[in-house]
C-alpha cells in the first residue's frame, strides 16, 4: 500500500524557543526519506511531535488519516512506530521478548502493561523473522547488556518493526555502529519499503543518507531550507553551506 504522511505547518515550540516552525513534509510511504540538518535543527522535535510526544501546532495526514491531537498510542496503532536518539531496551528481557512486548502497541504504558501480564494482549509476531529483517538472527536468548551497541540499535528497530508500522520514524539508528553494522543497516533501509513500510530517517552518517534516501527534508534552526530528490538537495548550495559542507 502506497501513500504520504503529509504534514502541514508543524511548530513545537519550548517556552519562547520554537524549536520547530511551520514545518511542511511529505514522505512517501514506499521510500526512504532523509531528514536532515545541524545539531539542534529540529530533527527529533520534528519526530516526537508527529508521534505525539510534545504539543505541536499544525496538521498531520497518514493516507486519510488526521494524527494531530491523537494520543502516542493511537498515533501508532494508526500506524507510526519510532525508535529514540537513547536506546531504550528492557534489560530483564531477552531480545525476543524486548521485541515481542513491543507488538502490543509500542508505547511505554502498554508495554509496561505486558510487563505485569506478560504477552497479555500482544499481537504475536515472528520475532525470528524481524531480528533476521535487521541483520542480528542470532541474539535472540541474550540480554541486551551482552549485545554491543549497535547491536542494542539494531534490536531497537526490530522493536519498532513489531509493532507493524507504516511509517518508520528512526532517530539517529547508525550512531554507534561500527562499519559492518552500518552496511547492514543500510540494506535493511532499502529492503522495508518493498516490505510496505516507509521510513523518515534522521543521521548524521551522510554517506548511509544519501546512499539510501530518495527524497530528502534539510532543517535549519527549526525550518526546511530544501526538499525534494536526494541528489537535487544534496547539490543545493544552501544546503551545503548550512550542514553538508561541515558534516560531522
Ligand atoms: N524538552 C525541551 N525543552 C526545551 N528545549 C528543547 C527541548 N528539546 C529540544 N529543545 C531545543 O529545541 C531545539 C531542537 O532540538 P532537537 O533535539 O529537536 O534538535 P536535533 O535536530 O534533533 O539535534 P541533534 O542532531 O543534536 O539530535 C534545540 O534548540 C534544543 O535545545
Ligand atoms: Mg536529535
Redesign the pocket.
Known amino acids: 500500500m502506497t501513500g504520504t504522511l503529509a504534514v502541514r505547518g508543524l511548530s513545537v515550540s519550548?517556552g519562547g524557543?520554537l524549536?520547530v516552525e511551520n514545518v511542511d513534509l511529505d514522505v512517501a510511504l514506499d521510500s526512504v526519506t532523509g531528514l536532515i540538518?545541524p545539531?539542534?535543527?529540529?530533527?527529533?522535535?520534528t519526530i516526537d511531535a508527529l508521534c505525539g510526544f510534545v504539543a505541536a501546532h499544525g496538521t498531520v495526514m497518514l493516507g486519510s488519516r488526521r494524527l494531530e491531537g491523537l494520543e502516542p498510542h493511537e498515533r501508532a496503532r494508526a500506524g507510526l512506530a519510532r525508535t529514540f536518539?537513547s536506546i531504550e531496551l528492557f534489560d530483564d528481557l531477552t531480545v525476543a521478548e524486548n521485541v515481542q512486548v513491543a507488538a502490543s502497541i509500542g508505547h511505554w504504558w502498554s508495554t509496561l502493561l505486558d510487563l505485569v501480564a506478560p504477552f497479555r494482549s500482544s499481537r504475536r509476531v515472528d520475532v525470528a523473522r524481524l531480528l533476521e529483517l535487521v541483520g542480528v538472527p542470532d541474539l535472540a536468548a541474550e540480554r541486551p547488556q551482552a549485545l554491543s551497541h549497535g547491536q542494542r540499535r539494531l534490536v531497537s528497530v526490530a522493536r519498532a518493526l513489531a509493532t507493524g508500522p507504516r511509517l518508520l520514524l528512526l532517530d539517529e539508528p547508525a550512531a554507534g555502529l561500527d562499519p559492518n553494522e552500518t552496511v547492514a543497516l543500510a540494506g535493511l533501509l532499502r529492503r522495508l519499503p518493498a516490505t510496505g513500510v516507509g521510513v523518515l530517517l534522521v543521521d548524521?552518517d551522510m554517506s548511509l543518507v544519501l546512499d539510501v534516501c530518495r527524497d530528502l527534508v534539510v532543517?535549519d534552526v527549526g525550518s526546511v531550507i530544501a526538499s525534494g530528490p536526494t541528489a537535487t538537495v544534496a547539490s543545493d548550495p544552501a544546503v551545503t553551506a548550512a550542514y553538508l559542507g561541515n558534516a560531522t
Open positions: 519550548f524557543l524549536a540538518g545539531n539542534g535543527a529540529g530533527k527529533t522535535t536518539q548524521h532543517l
